[in-house]
């Protein structure tokens, strides 16, 4: 915050709650909560009937956030900023204080919470913070209103690729290193983004003779949000697309682009033991149309799983901009 700004609030302008909770990166709902259930809104009003939060006031629901970020309740988190422990007097520390002196003991969940809850998201977007927390709080309300603001805000690929994208890895760090712990949290932030994603893309455009792009996982592959994102992309710029999702057999696979007779053949292997370089060449292969004006499909290699199994002649794209240019490339329009 400039120190303009911090004067224009000190003077009485304050904050909406729309910009508190975009500066804490909560939705506007959770502000407002915890104004209604644990009495943390303004000190006053500032003029008419808006409320108007100043820097105080954000400076309480700055450590509320952090608090929740880290296991503790709300309604503890709440009473910890509400009625903050004193500070320490200088000297030498009492024998003994009275036991009014120190404030109730978090129970012991909420401590062995404090110790394994945070999430390690490094130099990231603010909204990256904000969307763990709701995460970690499985506050569905909360993660829906960030997710439509960060993809309103920035755009669907850079939603994804400097906001969504950083805090699924955080998660998905959290859980690998706390063994089977979270995986409710990964289960449920996964869930909205593909939500979201839904929410966000508009209708599917019209098939264009040769000119539909199809995607699918490879068999045994059961990650689908990066696909689900791609086609989010691709409909944003009314280019047909069939999604087939997880796992898709050969077989269907097979009949699937007979069927379609696409132009673009999207095939998504997160891991290298999914990645098949056979099935890819053979999608490749595959022609269709009369004698005499025969076609194939140009067959995108995507995701990780690739690494190790690069096939040559078939482009393989880094990442969402770059696939949704190939596509835009290879497409008629």
């Known amino acids: 915050m400039t120190a303009d700004r911090n004067h224009e609030d000190e003077r009485g302008g ?13 939705a506007p709902t959770t502000v407002r909560t915890w104004d209604r259930r ?3 809104g303004p000190d006053a009003h500032t003029g008419g009937t808006h409320r108007r939060w100043t820097p105080a006031d954000v400076a309480r629901l700055e450590r509320m956030c952090a608090l929740t970020a880290t296991g503790v309740p709300p309604a503890e988190a709440a009473r910890m900023v509400k ?17 009014t002196a120190a404030p109730p003991a978090l129970p012991a969940a909420s401590r062995r919470s404090r110790a394994h809850a945070g999430l390690r998201l490094g130099d990231v977007h603010q909204e990256c913070k904000g969307i763990a927390r709701a995460a970690l709080r499985l506050d569905a309300a909360a993660l829906e209103d960030l997710l439509a603001t960060a993809i309103e805000a920035h755009g669907l690929i850079a939603a994804w690729t400097e906001v969504i994208m950083p805090t699924l890895q955080a998660v998905g760090r959290k859980w690998e290193n706390s063994g089977e712990r979270y995986v409710e949290v990964e289960h449920f932030l996964s869930w909205h983004v593909s939500g979201a994603l839904r929410r966000c893309a508009p209708p599917v455009a019209a098939d264009r003779p040769g000119a539909t792009t199809m995607l699918a996982c490879v068999p045994g592959e059961n990650h689908t949000l990066p696909l689900e994102v791609l086609a989010a992309a691709l409909a944003e710029r009314h280019l047909p697309v069939r999604m087939f999702g997880a ?8 009949a699937a682009v007979r069927r379609t007779g696409p132009a673009v053949v999207g095939l998504w292997a997160q891991s290298r033991t999914t990645a098949s370089r056979p099935l890819a060449e053979h999608v490749a292969a595959m022609e269709w149309g009369v004698r005499g004006a025969r076609r194939k499909a140009v067959v995108l290699t ?32």
């Open 83 to 99: 009625y903050p422990e004193p500070p320490a007097p200088d000297g030498p520390a009492p024998v003994a204080a009275p036991p």
């Open 14 to 26: 304050g904050l909406t709650t729309g910009e508190v909770a975009r500066r804490l990166g909560v």
């Open 302 to 333: 995507l995701g990780p799983g690739w690494a190790g199994h690069a096939v040559p002649g078939l482009p393989r794209p880094r990442g969402l901009a770059e696939a949704v240019a190939a596509v835009e490339s290879l497409v008629p329009g």
């Open 247 to 254: 796992a898709l057999p050969v077989d269907s696979l097979v």
């Open 38 to 40: 644990y009495g943390l």
